[in-house]
């Protein structure tokens, strides 16, 4: 059976059930017909554990992370602890483009899969919303008489769709480009803020441009932030989803990792701890982008540490990395669990089986990582469902005991130059950086406006552990790339680009909407 036949065939809970698995009473929901619902409450986090998922660089044959996240808390549960999985909300960029959805496969899923993957509760709409009636707003400002003397407009509209139209445009007469929503400043904001009040705060922080003295000017000069707020309210509330095993998932944000921090939202993490034992979050593309973006910001804005990270890998993948060749591919396997060993020793590699893995390769990728003291599980969860994970979930379990403090790569009170190096050379392994003139400008600005202390959120390929998707095996001698930075002072974030990441994908020349349709039963068909 494909995944929407497998999907169809269990029977669904209805999601005030779900809900009541946790304690959550009707009356704390608000409802999107029987399977989909919004959360209202606020959670005081319980010390739950805090298991992180990530990944080694993705692929074409596609890594499994989201399944292996969803089939673990099915495991958790089904060996008697009460877990709750916490994911980002999919872009319809990706969904319609090349990587298909993003609810899982097989019998590791979360459901209605076809909702989720495309309006779902209209969270991704509401913040390309404000995020453009700010930008409309800023325009009507200066066509207005531009009081607040803005010479140059430093904030971008967005839209959910990958649009390489949209990369460079002409608006009245100055130039300017579109990011895609999970790209955007707002929507960083929207997974950073800790509740409204804070999310109110930080998106009257926003600079939207600059004079022409070179002082910022801030969005909240434009009495906006209420109005944003409000469009953003219902959105703000963490969604409430089912596995195919009928254990509760929560859903909340979409930032891109390899353009943005890449982790769901702070407030649906610290509900998920309040509610649940454990609670297993994912972290987006390798662990060079979305582990150490979860690392070094998030769990920082979070103030609360992680008690195991999930490394997921394929045989397949390690091969395409070593054209072939399992050992020269596990290049990249061993880099990530060195980069991870830095943050704490409490890891675990999940070894995501395909039907044609030969033992004696797993077997190998077991005698590397046993080098490293980090235990294998082989998963299954994509044919077995929870059942597939057991392995997985006991050595989680197990690591999660050991109360390890977690480190940073870097200080928050290093300089933007320091905390730059330590991620290249720490983390992607580089030599030295090379930066543009645009970029040594910012970082002028950035260090007269006093801002050095914010924590970087690195833009570049998810291909590669380098800037460079094409080098595949990393080795000494090479050099990072820095093209430009944006200051995104509402975020509480510096956004370095590297090489030559766009913040506005394209569609692939055989995109997923082609695969896209609705069956005799107007079933929606061909999104995965």
Avoid: W
């Amino acid at each position: 059976m494909n995944d929407i036949e497998i999907e169809n065939s269990v029977i669904k809970k209805d999601i005030r059930d779900v809900a009541s698995i946790l304690g959550v009473r009707e009356d704390n929901l608000i409802l999107y017909g029987n399977y989909k619902a919004k959360i209202v409450s606020d959670g005081i986090d319980n010390n739950s554990k805090l298991v992180l998922v990530t990944a080694i660089n993705p692929t074409p044959y596609g890594e499994g992370k989201t399944t292996v996240s969803i089939g673990l808390n099915d495991a958790l549960n089904k060996i008697g602890k009460k877990t709750l999985c916490v994911l980002r909300e999919p872009s319809l960029g990706p969904v319609f483009g090349m990587k298909g959805g993003a609810t899982g496969g097989g019998y590791s899923q979360i459901i209605p899969s076809s909702d989720i993957n495309l309006h779902f509760t209209g969270d991704l709409h509401a913040i390309t919303s404000a995020n453009n009636l700010l930008a409309a707003a800023i325009d009507n400002h200066i066509y207005n008489g531009n009081e607040l003397e803005i010479e140059e407009v430093l904030f971008n509209r967005c839209l959910d769709v990958n649009d390489r139209a949209l990369r460079n445009v002409t608006l009245g007469n100055r130039k300017e480009s579109f990011n895609i929503t999970a790209a955007s400043e707002i929507m960083s904001i929207f997974c950073l803020s800790r509740d409204l009040n804070d999310l109110k705060k930080n998106l009257s922080n926003i600079i939207i441009g600059k004079r022409k003295d070179n002082s910022f000017v801030y969005a909240g000069a434009l009495h906006i932030e209420n109005s944003l707020v409000a469009l953003m309210k219902d959105a703000f509330y963490p969604n409430l989803v089912q596995t195919l095993e009928n254990n509760p998932v929560i859903i909340h944000g979409g930032p891109f990792a390899n353009i943005s921090v890449g982790c769901n939202s702070i407030r649906a993490t610290k509900l998920g701890l309040s509610l649940a034992d454990y609670v297993v979050t994912e972290a987006g593309f390798g662990a060079d982008l979305g582990a150490e973006k979860f690392i070094d910001i998030v769990s920082r804005k979070l103030e609360r540490n992680v008690d195991c990270i999930v490394l997921v890998a394929t045989i397949r993948a390690l091969k395409y990395y070593g054209e072939g060749n399992l050992e020269k591919g596990c290049n990249n396997l061993t880099i990530h669990i060195e980069n991870l060993l830095k943050a704490t020793p409490n890891i675990v590699v999940a070894l995501n089986k395909f039907s044609d893995d030969s033992e004696e390769d797993i077997s190998y990728v077991e005698s590397i990582c046993s080098k490293y003291n980090v235990p294998v599980a082989t998963t299954t969860s994509y044919s077995d469902g929870g059942n597939g994970s057991i392995d997985l979930a006991k050595k989680v379990i197990e690591k999660s005991s050991n109360n390890v403090k977690l480190k940073y790569i870097y200080n928050l009170e290093d300089s933007f130059e320091e905390k730059l190096i330590k991620v290249c050379k720490e983390i992607y392994h580089a030599d030295s950086i090379e930066y543009s003139d645009i970029a040594k400008e910012k970082i002028e600005v950035i260090k007269k406006n006093n801002l050095s202390h914010l924590p970087i959120c690195v833009a570049k390929t998810q291909y590669s552990i380098s800037d460079d998707k094409n080098r595949l095996i990393i080795d000494e001698g090479y050099s990072i790339h820095v093209q430009d930075i944006n200051i995104y002072n509402g975020a509480g974030i510096i956004t370095v680009l590297l090489g030559n990441i766009l913040t506005m994908p394209g569609l692939p020349k055989k995109p997923n909407y082609e695969n896209i349709s609705l069956d005799s039963n107007l079933n929606i068909i061909g999104i995965k």
